[in-house]
């Protein structure tokens, strides 16, 4: 590994648009503080942890911090590889994708938790379901449905997203313990003192970085354009999440390397980011709406509150979706491609 | 009962505006022009009704048109009692009520019927319910939950509302038949020849019907100012449900009204009504799901599916609510009051 003179010069605020700076100098900083916060959050991810919690508040942050950087800095790892030694970066890349990854899942159940019973909530909170009046079948009219299923639901799912949560928090206790992460740690402790640049890096950053960074904002782009249209009668054509989370990858990627490339992050970005995070939950959450209902032996009731949340959280994607596409600055389609 | 002389004088369309031209003769033509339509689908509804039917293509219409005029028969009665034998109006609207109210009830159903089954189709047309990737539950992961459900709840629907509809029907047959009809039909062939005015409606239209006009246009901006705000959360919330169908009758009154003082229809606000009608239907439909889903004994995955479908209904009652708003042409609240 080869680490270009011009890395003494980095500045505070790396800035690519100036001219004469080169790439390392740039890309350095960025890594550089992005590793130190990894570092850090580890640290305090360790003195805040007991084997047998399932999380304490600052453990919690901690792990959040340490999800932070690692997407930083792999994102850049992948954006900028030309810049940088390459096996190592694709390598470590792969490592912080799976450490982030690990750490996300715990948080992930306990969110969509909330976020489920925050919606049967909301669902159980009218006053009652319609009365029977419409219907030829005289039965139990005036008995209300979604009292009692809601009820149920919400303990079928705390039940089994609690669970699913206690095994992701043991596994990322586990995952932290390994001497799988103890690598990544040292390479991300190389990369805070000492970045493993490519030749090229040498280079003005106007080439090395302003390209790749531009082929990502091309790649999400296409991404938007290709999007398949709404259709408002459809909110249950799952087949239709899959670019939608494709999209929201990229759409780090890019905002992650304009945050390199400009030197600061933008909020433009972050709120079609977040609308796209909204609508990954409310899949999510969609879907294990629908997984409790294939619980065997489960009530009516229970299975008709599960209904109507799954369509309820159908209907956030939806919403998601028109939140995204209102944020969006750029041509919604076919003109974002030329 | 009287009939002020001037009512020879009516033109072939009246309008209120006119000055000099008497309430009876802008009211006069309306009315007959109604109550021969009524006759004249009376008699189509007759030579094509066999007992045994539920229904031909030529009785379904000859009973929709039958429907129309007594809902505007009955409207002007109400509105312009005070140029009308009030005792004489009064009694026939309550029984052009009663026949339009179980005329429809037959046609309700199977409209709902028709709206239930393709929103399970359209719900169920996607390829497959999300997989289990998200519970911790890990039994019956790949099963699809909605294609079953959405079956075994398009049967039971079919069951339920198709015997409702059936009951409908023969109600609706006998009510034709009975005493208490042919005293509504003779009171319309009257009414088709010799309108029972008040002495009052010798008097200039401009006072006798833009007053009562108003009156029923304020009475609506009222009630539209007055409806409860959007809660996009809560669309469950049947408790709202109540002011936007009285808003819905106060739409028509006031519409017929216009009719008959502008002596035109109003584009706007047949538009308006449209999307209330809409609203009622989508009600009712959540209505007829949530009964379904009182049926003792059924499947835990025909539960579910009504009650994505219940959910389905009701955001179709939001979005008929946010089409109202939109083709609204007044200010929406407070303003409308003044």
Not at 105 to 112: I, K, N, S, V
Not at 135 to 150: F, I, T
Not at 173 to 197: E, T
Request: aromatic content about 4%; glycine content about 8%; charged content about 20%.
């Amino acid at each position: 590994m080869r680490r270009p003179d011009h890395q003494t010069q980095a500045g505070p605020t790396g800035a690519a648009g100036t001219t004469g700076v080169s790439a390392g100098a740039v890309l350095g900083p960025y890594l550089r503080t992005q590793a130190a916060d990894f570092l850090r959050s580890l640290r305090l991810h360790r003195e805040n942890t007991a084997p047998a919690d399932t999380g304490s508040r600052s453990a919690e942050q901690a792990a959040a911090a340490l999800r932070r950087s690692s997407r930083r800095i792999g994102s850049a790892l992948r954006t900028f590889r030309t810049a940088l030694d390459p096996l190592w970066a694709e390598q470590l890349r792969t490592e912080l994708a799976w450490l982030s990854g690990t750490l996300a899942r715990e948080h992930a159940y306990a969110d969509r938790l909330t976020r489920l019973l925050e919606a049967l909530h909301g669902l159980s909170g009218a006053p009652a379901l319609p009365a029977a009046r419409t219907s030829g079948e005289p039965a139990d009219k005036g008995r209300p449905v979604l009292g009692v299923g809601a009820a149920r639901a919400g303990a079928l799912l705390e039940r089994q997203l609690t669970l699913a949560r206690t095994r992701a928090h043991s596994a990322a206790l586990q995952a932290l313990g390994s001497s799988r992460f103890h690598a990544v740690a040292d390479a991300v402790a190389l990369l805070a003192s000492d970045v493993p640049f490519a030749a090229a890096a040498a280079g003005p950053a106007g080439e090395l970085l302003s390209g790749p960074a531009d082929l990502a904002e091309q790649r999400l782009l296409g991404a938007v354009a290709a999007l398949p249209p709404d259709e408002p009668a459809k909110p249950y054509n799952e087949a239709h999440d899959a670019p939608w989370h494709q999209t929201r990858l990229l759409l780090r990627l890019h905002r992650y390397a304009h945050e390199v490339v400009s030197g600061a992050p933008d909020p433009v970005l972050a709120a079609a980011g977040h609308a796209l995070d909204l609508h990954r939950d409310a899949v999510e959450a969609a879907g294990a709406a629908a997984a409790a209902a294939r619980t065997p032996r489960i009530a009516p009731a229970t299975a008709y509150a599960l209904g109507v949340l799954h369509a309820d959280q159908r209907h956030e994607v939806e919403a998601a979706r028109t939140v995204f596409r209102a944020s969006w600055p750029y041509a919604a389609t076919g003109a974002a491609r030329s």
